[in-house]
């Protein structure tokens, strides 16, 4: 297992995914659900900042080098499979949503409103690929 400062990677990648993860939802319920929007920003700010690193510096350089393998057995790692799709998914709807209210400053609320299915989505798709990457830790490093 790859390790920096001593620590294995993924445990390092996991605990930075449950930080995420709870800011996230403590973005949604003390932030957004409550109209303090500035906290639910510096959620979604910190969200961005921890995935460049796991997302984007790990996860996805993994997830290149394992394709072949994964591909050669499509039903054995149904779960990497459906990870990497819904996680993509997952940060494509952030990043459109982050997107949209750069550019459209001010919060409108007639765009909260419509934008904020789109929200309950995203958030949706990222608790899967959340539960999947777990799954998946369990399986590469704790059960076998
Ligand atoms: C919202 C998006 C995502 C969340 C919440 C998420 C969450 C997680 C978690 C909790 C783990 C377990 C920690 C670990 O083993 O390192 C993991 C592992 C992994 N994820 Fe994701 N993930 C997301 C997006 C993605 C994407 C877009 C890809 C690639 C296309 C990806 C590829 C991987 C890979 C390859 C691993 C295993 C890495 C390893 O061997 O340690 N993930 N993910």
Redesign the pocket.
């Known amino acids: 297992m790859q390790t920096l400062f001593g620590i294995p ?6 605990v930075l ?2 930080v ?2 709870l800011a996230l939802l403590i973005g949604w319920r003390y932030g957004a659900s409550r109209m303090n929007f500035k906290l639910h920003h510096k959620a979604v700010y910190l969200v961005v900042l921890f ?1 460049i690193l ?2 984007g510096l ?3 350089p ?5 394709l072949a393998v994964m591909m050669s057995n499509p039903i054995m790692f149904w779960y ?1 499979i459906v ?6 998914l ?2 494509g709807l ?1 990043a459109i949503l982050v997107i949209i209210f750069l550019v459209k400053t001010g919060m409108p609320l007639k765009l909260l409103k419509r934008t904020r299915p789109f929200m309950f989505l995203t958030i949706g ?3 899967i ?2 539960v ?3 799954y ?2 369990l399986i ?2 704790i059960w076998i």
């Open positions: 990677i993924p445990h390092i990648v996991l995914e449950i995420v993860l995935h796991t997302v790990w996860m996805i993994q997830s290149i080098e394992r990497q990870h990497d799709i819904v996680g993509i997952a940060l952030g798709v990222w608790v690929a959340f999947l990457g777990v998946w830790f590469a490093w």
